[in-house]
């Protein structure tokens, strides 16, 4: 039994009760809202600490309640949208949703999204700020070394910087734009691609072949997972 | 900003087209010129001069793209032929009481038989315009059969598993309490498994809608090879846990340039097939080496294997094999032949073979990408 409450936003029913019977199952505490003004109302109201978000919902656009909710609280939020629409996707992902999943759905992939989350949450309440760790990945912020299993690694500066946005956000989904702004600052052209290629080679320097630690999401961007 | 470029660049190809066709002018006049100065050394009469240079003017019709070169080129040419070959030679005045009828002639002979040309060249230019007009209106019909048929076809083949589902369900709800746990155990997994063939079709109908003029619509970046194929290899892993596929990549980069959701479904859509088409305890082997300017995907099973004389037409839309799978089910006949359009589509080529012992190899290739580092 987790105690865990999570606010499920669908106007669809039949996926809301498919959402709500796999919580229930898995002993998580819920409540649902259809519309988007009565997901930003509960979300004041009752505080959840995890929530699910349609991103198609009949009155306001879900990626504006992202905005709204985002404006008081740091709730981590899992958007659920179809897979035609990657552009969503990614504009939710910008205004600070932390994970997606695409329609159609299996139970498993919903409550692996929710682990990922939980560790998050526990994992965030009191870190120390010098020193980031995380499975076999280790990174000393005041020297500017990463460690795996205690051996330094030789990073250029941008796989550096790379690696700590990925640390810094480890369980989030951050885009491709997102990271490309944090990393360069300034936008140039390609620079999509030669972040894949500088992804590519940080991830063999980590020796994360099987992408354990670093997630590609295809088209949309990166994610460091917490183990 | 793009409008003040594209008018740029217009007046620059304009630019280029009048330089083209100035200097084509120039060339043909001057080699007419040079080669009349030949025929006076050996004393040919005028008049083989004079057809020089309406030759010279027919040229220049056939080659510039405006009446006016026509008109400019035959006063040059009567002007040339004065200077350099009427007595006084090297001077426009002419003596002689012929000269004045001779050039006029000439003028008008020249210009006549270059109207002519051009008229010919346009008449020429206008046919194959009509004719690619006549083949696009075909495409277009084409385009517009194949749509329909897909749309039969589809309608047809989903009713089956959604008989399936809707039927089994509404046996749950009425006689849920009479049915024993195995015989409900049965319609769970009948309603999931039909489900499943029913989020595969959709995944891949989606994807042909993105099909125009036999071209698939593509957003093309360069992408790391090595995360198409995870990011496959995980689908087909989720959707048949039970198969295993062993994966062979190279320990280098691979950029390739490519639209990846659509890569990633060609890889699910081969791979699917070697799951269909193979027993549950053989692997299914997926390769990628790197050839030259492509790199070469290779998917291969043991399963059945297709017959010879099928080869040619399973890229061909809506075709389905004579042997069956192993959940006897065909599909819709849209797989392959959405891989062969998103491949071609991307400039690579798809093809099929036979493995040894038994079992199909497929393979695809795509172009490799250049990456500058920003670093």
């Known amino acids: 039994m987790n105690e865990y409450l999570?606010?499920?936003?669908?106007?669809?029913?039949?996926?809301?009760?498919?959402?709500t019977t796999t919580l229930k199952m898995n002993g998580y505490r819920f409540i649902t809202a259809g519309r988007g003004d009565e997901a930003i109302m509960l979300s004041a109201s009752h505080k959840p600490d995890i929530i699910i978000l349609d991103l198609g919902l009949p009155d306001i656009d879900g990626v504006d309640v992202i905005g709204s909710i985002r404006a008081w609280s740091d709730v981590p939020i899992i958007i659920v949208s179809a897979r035609s629409?990657?552009?969503?996707?990614?504009?939710?992902?910008?205004?600070?949703?932390?994970?997606?999943?695409?329609?159609?759905?299996?139970?498993?992939?919903?409550?692996?999204?929710?682990?990922?989350?939980?560790?998050?949450?526990?994992?965030?309440?009191?870190?120390?700020?010098?020193?980031?760790?995380?499975?076999?990945?280790r990174i000393d912020y005041i020297s500017n070394c990463v460690y795996t299993d205690g051996e330094e690694l030789h990073l250029t500066p941008i796989e550096y910087k790379l690696l700590c946005l990925l640390a810094k956000n480890a369980g989030k989904v951050?885009?491709?734009?997102?990271?490309?702004?944090?990393?360069?600052?300034?936008?140039?052209?390609?620079?999509?691609?030669?972040?894949?290629?500088?992804?590519?080679?940080l991830r063999k320097k980590l020796n994360d072949s099987n992408q354990a630690l670093i997630q590609t999401h295809i088209g949309i961007g990166y994610r460091m997972m917490k183990l | 900003m793009s409008i003040f470029k594209n008018g740029k660049s217009v007046s620059k190809s304009a630019a280029f087209?009048?330089?083209?066709?100035?200097?084509?002018c120039l060339l043909v006049l001057t080699g007419a010129t040079l080669l009349g100065c030949i025929f006076k050394a050996f004393h040919l009469a005028d008049a083989d001069i004079i057809l020089l240079y309406i030759i010279a003017v027919l040229v220049i019709s056939?080659?510039?793209?405006?009446?006016?070169?026509?008109?400019?080129?035959?006063?040059?040419?009567?002007?040339?032929?004065?200077?350099?070959?009427?007595?006084?030679?090297?001077?426009?005045?002419?003596?002689?009481?012929?000269?004045?009828?001779?050039?006029?002639?000439?003028?008008?002979?020249?210009?006549?038989?270059?109207?002519?040309?051009?008229?010919?060249?346009?008449?020429?230019?206008?046919?194959?315009?009509?004719?690619?007009?006549?083949?696009?209106?075909?495409?277009?019909a084409q385009n517009e059969q194949l749509r329909a048929n897909m749309l039969r076809s589809i309608s047809h083949d989903l009713r089956t598993p959604l008989t399936s589902i809707s039927g089994n369900a509404s046996t749950l709800i009425s006689n849920g309490n009479t049915l024993d746990e195995s015989a409900k155990n049965q319609i769970y997994t009948d309603i999931y498994s039909e489900s499943m063939w029913l989020i595969e079709m959709v995944e891949n109908l989606l994807y042909s809608t993105r099909i125009e003029d036999g071209k698939m619509q593509l957003t093309i970046t360069v992408e790391i090879l090595d995360d198409i194929v995870r990011e496959a290899v995980k689908h087909v892993e989720r959707t048949h846990p039970k198969r295993s596929i062993k994966v062979?990549?190279?320990?280098?980069?691979?950029?390739?340039?490519?639209?990846?959701?659509?890569?990633?479904?060609?890889?699910?859509?081969?791979?699917?097939?070697?799951?269909?088409?193979?027993?549950?305890?053989?692997?299914?082997?997926?390769?990628?080496?790197?050839?030259?300017?492509?790199?070469?995907?290779?998917?291969?099973?043991?399963?059945?294997?297709?017959?010879?004389?099928?080869?040619?037409?399973?890229?061909?839309?809506?075709?389905?094999?004579?042997?069956?799978?192993?959940?006897?089910?065909?599909?819709?006949?849209?797989?392959?032949?959405?891989?062969?359009?998103?491949?071609?589509?991307?400039?690579?080529?798809?093809?099929?073979?036979?493995?040894?012992?038994?079992?199909?190899?497929?393979?695809?290739?795509?172009?490799?990408?250049?990456?500058?580092?920003?670093?």
């Open chain 2, 62 to 140: 056939i080659f510039t793209s405006k009446i006016h070169y026509c008109l400019i080129s035959s006063v040059i040419g009567v002007v040339l032929f004065n200077y350099f070959f009427t007595y006084p030679e090297f001077s426009l005045s002419a003596h002689g009481a012929g000269y004045p009828v001779t050039f006029v002639t000439m003028f008008i002979t020249a210009l006549i038989a270059g109207t002519l040309a051009n008229q010919l060249k346009r008449n020429i230019l206008i046919a194959e315009q009509n004719a690619r007009e006549k083949e696009e209106a075909a495409l277009l």
């Open chain 2, 17 to 24: 087209a009048l330089l083209k066709d100035l200097s084509v």
């Open chain 2, 248 to 375: 062979d990549m190279h320990d280098e980069i691979v950029p390739v340039k490519a639209d990846a959701s659509l890569i990633v479904q060609v890889i699910v859509n081969l791979c699917d097939n070697a799951v269909k088409y193979s027993a549950d305890d053989t692997d299914i082997y997926l390769s990628v080496s790197r050839e030259r300017e492509f790199a070469v995907i290779t998917v291969s099973d043991n399963g059945i294997g297709i017959p010879e004389e099928e080869k040619e037409k399973v890229f061909d839309m809506f075709f389905t094999g004579s042997r069956r799978s192993s959940d006897s089910r065909s599909g819709l006949g849209l797989g392959l032949a959405l891989c062969k359009s998103i491949i071609s589509s991307h400039g690579g080529t798809i093809s099929i073979s036979e493995n040894t012992p038994t079992g199909t190899i497929v393979s695809f290739t795509l172009p490799i990408g250049e990456v500058d580092l920003n670093e």
């Open chain 1, 174 to 201: 951050l885009t491709h734009k997102y990271i490309i702004q944090s990393v360069w600052g300034n936008p140039v052209e390609n620079s999509e691609s030669s972040l894949r290629v500088f992804m590519a080679t």
């Open chain 1, 85 to 137: 629409d990657d552009k969503d996707k990614i504009t939710a992902l910008d205004k600070g949703a932390d994970d997606y999943l695409t329609k159609p759905f299996s139970v498993e992939e919903l409550l692996a999204r929710l682990r990922v989350i939980q560790r998050r949450i526990i994992k965030s309440e009191n870190g120390p700020l010098t020193e980031f760790v995380n499975g076999r990945l």
């Open chain 1, 6 to 19: 999570v606010l499920v936003v669908e106007d669809d029913k039949p996926i809301r009760n498919l959402i």
